[in-house]
């Protein structure tokens, strides 16, 4: 699998954290000269996917600021350098504002991308222009409309509860999507979204309004057909995210752009935010999972999902101390016990993070 990181925004909306920046419409466009440097990181790293690639994935920023252009050089680079042919799914990341009828018939046009994932958000005016999105409630509604009349019917959505107010996701017509990653607001400390809690210009829910949220969530996507197999996302059957499934079951992947992560089974890798001198990112740090990481990697990614864990897939070194400290959440029904296999609850998903730390192992 390969992730591809477009680091560009019209805006930089007042909760993001990710590495991105953005670009003044009327600056000197920065598209070529970043696409040149990562068709160029491209022919260097080619060999370090030796598994079958079955999952691309155009992550930002936002990937539908590029140009169709320039996405097209992306596209023919991709070829060039790794054998897609057994890709399944190719999803791009796109806010309303970009995703006009021309952009998706050219994106469909090009025959890789076949799933997107358009970030609305929040279906309420002021919720938007609060945490800065660009686009309108109706501009995502219509976005939503235009992609499946462009033939893309593996459809995403994004949505972001635990805003004041009501963001009034209903009015969205869910026979149109196929998928739904849902995320609590998290208020990450570098970000002006922070800045405005400390100084009371924004007031958040308490936990109590957000656990109420998050259960309003679920009922809404659950009663519209879409049903949750992760903390923050809910799919019909048969349209799980191929690419963030092998992510959570440890799928070695390439990364691709300034700050992005790869992983070949053992190593992780991240390569840094600034372009060197020939105007590639080289490889900041890197870390060997031990034995012990590793497990508690899977702790962390096996319980966010439905499926759980299997007890068979903890090393046995560790598999009694799991086993043991796991009683807990069987007790308080956080987890239910089912043959091998420990699977989270609707109420564990909730508090899935905290649980899996508390599993940790040494």
Request: hydrophobic fraction near 35%; proline fraction near 4%; glycine fraction near 6%.
């Amino acid at each position: 699998m390969i992730y591809i990181h477009i680091p560009f925004c019209h805006s930089k909306c007042t909760y993001c954290a990710f590495h991105s920046r953005p670009v003044s419409r009327a600056g000197v466009s920065p598209y070529a000269q970043y696409v040149d440097a990562l068709i160029e990181e491209m022919r260097q790293r080619k060999g370090e996917q030796a598994h079958p690639i079955r999952t691309v994935y155009f992550g930002g920023g936002t990937p539908s600021i590029l140009p169709l252009n320039e996405l097209e050089r992306i596209v023919r680079a991709l070829h060039e350098c790794f054998d897609l042919s057994q890709v399944e799914e190719c999803t791009l990341e796109g806010n309303p504002e970009d995703l006009t009828a021309d952009y998706l018939r050219g994106l469909r046009g090009m025959g890789l991308v076949n799933r997107l994932s358009i970030g609305i958000q929040s279906l309420d005016d002021d919720m938007l222009r609060l945490i800065g999105r660009r686009h309108t409630a109706a501009q995502a509604l219509a976005a939503v409309e235009e992609a499946h009349r462009a033939a893309f019917h593996n459809l995403s959505v994004d949505f972001i509860y635990g805003l004041p107010g009501n963001s009034r996701f209903s009015s969205l017509d869910f026979r149109l999507v196929s998928h739904v990653s849902s995320y609590a607001l998290t208020v990450e400390p570098t970000t002006a979204l922070a800045r405005q809690v400390e100084q009371g210009r924004v007031a958040l829910p308490d936990e109590d309004e957000l656990v109420r949220q998050y259960y309003d969530m679920c009922n809404l996507l659950e009663n519209n057909g879409l049903f949750q197999y992760e903390v923050s996302n809910f799919a019909r059957p048969g349209f799980l995210s191929r690419h963030n499934s092998r992510y959570w079951d440890r799928t070695p992947y390439l990364g691709l752009g300034p700050s992005a992560h790869s992983f070949d089974g053992y190593r992780r890798r991240w390569n840094s935010a600034m372009a060197a001198g020939n105007g590639t990112w080289r490889v900041e740090d890197e870390e060997t999972l031990t034995a012990a990481d590793a497990c508690n990697e899977l702790l962390m990614t096996s319980l966010r999902t439905t499926a759980g864990l299997h007890v068979n897939q903890v090393p046995e070194a560790y598999r009694s101390q799991v086993v043991r400290k796991m009683q807990r959440y069987l007790e308080c029904r956080w987890i239910v016990a089912e043959e091998d296999c420990y699977r989270p609850t609707r109420e564990g998903l909730l508090y899935a993070d905290g649980m899996a730390a508390a599993l940790f192992v040494s």
